[in-house]
């Protein structure tokens, strides 16, 4: 993985942005360690001290004894001890906080058959890592071919290679346990190099893997959590989550681990919460609690004659009403309590020209259908005009000729007059 300002190489992989592993976005390395003794002086006459602490693929860290007294800071590539040949890592942590983490992982550091630190990685002893890492996609992907051929139930889900090349180390999960020895022969003999299975959890794998979770931000495990806490269903109903295992499990299948992280102050205030099976007794009935509300200290209770209509009662209503039902007296109703918890909200906005609308610039699709009436009753208001005009046009004429008719009768009448 790298961040934004790191470089890349030809083959895209990415290059560092030289800031061994302590750089402000965290994305060069997983679970690095912020050396914050790093500017400060030892004492005189101390002497640093030994161990230090190196990280190798993906989440594993070991702790090893410096007896060459090199002179090694965080991002060196050193060559360290192995059951067999030798393994390059990267070094985290020196100095003093490394005694604090041993502590903290309860690993002695007195202990006299730790690991040594054989000498800083060569270019020689680096280039024959890279071209083991870089081996690692193509030697999984065939592994995992030879384990469906066995018909094995079980899924590899990582490779590991060690730095000199004699030896891989495969994790596979698997629900139950898995004879893996013609696995082993077939593989041996197909990449020449020993190998190890070792099986992991489905919270390891996905730290292993990485990814992106429901939150849009980068795995916590393969960030920087470094310990597994069991969860269990009752996180989610002390903060009122809808046990719903699809929204509630993570990229492992395993609930997620984010569940514990404000469960601490759910648990605080709940103490002095009435808890969810309270039952009021009242003069009209018994009623009992249907939704509580943590943050605005509110509870929903409903009479067992009437479920469907409940009231709104405050935290410490409900708690004086607890104290009057312990010395056996009854409230009256719960109406009394819910008209004080009344309360008029006032309207601090008023959409009056319609600008807190998001759909106010978009312009409705007009149908088909609709264009086609309107060209339709357009077609028809034209030809009644036309008709009209016509027929304004015949009445115009008929008076006309009705006019010059009349004119044509009454003169004769006139001449018979002037006669008479």
Not at 62 to 83: P, W
Not at 346 to 351: I, Q, R, S
């Amino acid at each position: 993985m790298g961040c934004s300002s790191c470089s890349t190489v030809k083959d895209g992989q990415p290059r560092g942005c030289k800031n061994n592993g302590t750089c402000g976005t965290d994305g060069c390395n997983k679970l690095t360690v912020f050396d914050w003794l790093s500017n400060m002086s030892l004492p005189s006459g101390e002497k640093p001290f030994d161990c230090v602490e190196v990280r190798f693929k993906n989440s594993r860290k070991e702790f090893f004894r410096n007896t060459e007294n090199l002179s090694l800071s965080i991002g060196d590539i050193v060559a360290t001890q192995a059951q067999a040949g030798h393994d390059v890592g990267m070094v985290t942590l020196v100095g003093e906080l490394v005694r604090v983490q041993m502590k903290r992982k309860k690993v002695d550091f007195k202990d006299e058959s730790l690991p040594k630190i054989y000498r800083k990685a060569s270019q020689n002893d680096i280039d024959k890592w890279q071209k083991c890492r870089d081996r690692e996609e193509e030697i999984k992907k065939r592994a995992r071919e030879i384990a469906i051929i066995l018909k094995l139930q079980m899924k590899i889900s990582d490779v590991e290679f060690q730095g000199d090349g004699s030896k891989a180390t495969f994790y596979y999960t698997a629900e139950e346990r898995v004879d893996f020895r013609q696995l082993i022969k077939d593989m041996a003999k197909a990449f020449g190099i020993r190998i190890e299975m070792r099986q992991i959890g489905y919270r390891q794998e996905a730290q292993r893997l990485g990814g992106i979770g429901s939150c849009g931000r980068e795995l916590c495990c393969s960030t920087w959590l470094t310990d597994f806490r069991s969860v269990s269903t009752s996180a989610a109903r002390y903060q009122q989550l809808s046990l719903n295992p699809q929204k509630l499990a993570g990229q492992c299948g395993k609930l997620k681990c984010c569940l514990n992280y404000e469960l601490d102050m759910y648990l605080e205030v709940l103490k002095d919460f009435p808890s969810q099976d309270t039952k009021l007794l009242t003069e009209k009935g018994v009623a009992f609690c249907q939704k509580t509300d943590i943050f605005k200290e509110k509870l929903w209770f409903s009479y067992k004659e009437d479920p469907s209509n409940w009231h709104v009662l405050t935290k410490d209503q409900v708690l004086e009403i607890l104290e009057k039902n312990k010395k056996k007296e009854k409230v009256a109703s719960l109406e009394e309590y819910t008209v004080d918890n009344f309360v008029k909200e006032e309207k601090v906005f008023e959409n009056v020209v319609g600008q807190d609308s998001l759909t106010r610039f978009d312009r409705p699709k007009r149908s088909k259908s609709r264009k086609r009436n309107r060209n339709r009753s357009k077609s028809r208001n034209g030809n009644a005009n036309s008709r009209s005009q016509n027929g304004q046009k015949s009445q115009n004429n008929q008076k006309n000729q009705g006019g010059q008719n009349n004119k044509k009768r009454r003169n004769p009448r006139k001449k018979r007059q002037k006669n008479g």
